[in-house]
Structure formats: structure tokens, C-alpha cells
């Protein structure tokens, strides 16, 4: 089955604000750079969709090798999301949303979760349970994208299943400075390595 991975991304400038707050690393620089370990991972297993408005990461993200859109106006996270679903769907490829925020993902993660999901929409959990990381969609079918508080749950609601066990490094995505140290413990990305070099307290994990 092929896959297409879409990650939805917002302007940096507005990217990350309870994060850039809690770092002393330039908030813009921050989120770019866990977006980039993210997709630079995910594209070692599949081709990757991202859906984003932002110049600065539409030329980084295309230089490692993603397909980068447009994100229609006032489509929000969903709406975006919907919109790479259908072109992911247009290219005979089966659509998964993954959040654009897991500097610690490897290649090898994505690939698990992935080869595990069957035939109906599956999702996986946040490491605090209550958010999603990955949502694949039902064979033949579009994204039906919950994202938002509680996404876990509302995913669970129409019809999402939940993987469990599902890899660590994929459910761990950094909204917080204690996020961040979690990560960190797992392996950051290079990306995320070189703008936080000597932000840490503890050494940054390779």
C-alpha cells in the first residue's frame, strides 16, 4: 500500500507559543527546525504532503525533499488537512496526518505504525494520552480530521483506532520546555540539535 504522510504547518512567526517562551532559542528557528526533523523522518519511509503557508519553510522543507501546497485560506489545522487528504487521494495514495512537532521520530517509528494499521482509520496517542500524532485514514477514504483538545478522544468518536503499543519517539510531540527534555532523552533530530545547542540543561542526546 502506498502511503502519503500530510503535515500541516503553521506560519513560524506564529508557530510554538508556549514553547519559544520556556527556550531561549529564536521561537521562528525553533519551530522550523522540529518540523524539519519530522518530515526529513518521515520522508525516509514515505513521500510527505506539507500543507503551509510560510516561505521560509516551504523552501526548507522542499529542499529536503517534501511536496509543499498551499494551504487554502481560513482552512485552519482540519481544513488543511482535508485538503492534503484529497490530494493525497488524487495521487492514488493512502493519506495519514502526523503533526509536525516529533523532533525525536525516526524513519523506523513511522514505519511501524504505519505497517500496522489496518483497513479502518487509526490513530495514535500523544505521550500524555490526550492528543493525536498520527491519524492514517480507512482504506478508500479521506481524512476525517478531529485535531484540537481531546483529539484522542474525538478521533476515538467517529470511529478511529486507536494503536497501541505505539513507538515512543512518534507520540512524543514537544508543546512544552518539559516536552522538549523528553525528547531530548530520546534523540533530538539534527535540526533540532543545532538550534538548541547549549539551551539544555542536560546534554542533548544524539
Known amino acids: 500500500m502506498r502511503w502519503m504522510v500530510v503535515v500541516p504547518l503553521k506560519r513560524l512567526a506564529t508557530a510554538k507559543s508556549r514553547l519559544r517562551s520556556a527556550v531561549d532559542a529564536p521561537g521562528p528557528a525553533l519551530a522550523l527546525a522540529l518540523a524539519c526533523d519530522t518530515v526529513a523522518a518521515a520522508l525516509g519511509h514515505v513521500e ?5 503557508d510560510d516561505p521560509v519553510a516551504t523552501a526548507a522543507l522542499r ?16 481544513g488543511a488537512l482535508r485538503h492534503g487528504s ?3 487521494r488524487r495521487a492514488d ?22 505497517d500496522a494499521c489496518g483497513p479502518r482509520a487509526t490513530f495514535v496517542a500523544d505521550a500524555a494520552g490526550a492528543g493525536t500524532t498520527l491519524l492514517a485514514a480507512a482504506v478508500g477514504a479521506d481524512l476525517a480530521p478531529r485535531f484540537g483538545p481531546d483529539s ?4 476515538q ?21 518539559a516536552d522538549l527534555a ?25
Open 63 to 78: 529542499q529536503l525533499g517534501a511536496t509543499v501546497v498551499a494551504e487554502p485560506e481560513y482552512a485552519g489545522l482540519n
Open 93 to 114: 495514495a493512502r493519506p495519514a496526518a502526523l503533526t509536525g512537532d516529533l523532533p525525536a521520530l525516526r524513519a523506523a517509528d513511522l514505519a511501524a505504525a504505519l
Open 157 to 177: 468518536a467517529i470511529g478511529a483506532v486507536a494503536l497501541t503499543p505505539a513507538p515512543s519517539r512518534l507520540r512524543l510531540d514537544v508543546d512544552t520546555a
Open 86 to 88: 484529497a490530494l493525497a
Open 182 to 206: 523528553a525528547a531530548a532523552a530520546l534523540g533530538l533530530g539534527p535540526h533540532t540539535r543545532a538550534v538548541l545547542a547549549g539551551q539544555l540543561t542536560a546534554p542533548l542526546a544524539s
Open 48 to 52: 510527505v504532503l506539507v500543507v503551509c
Open 152 to 155: 484522542a478522544a474525538a478521533h
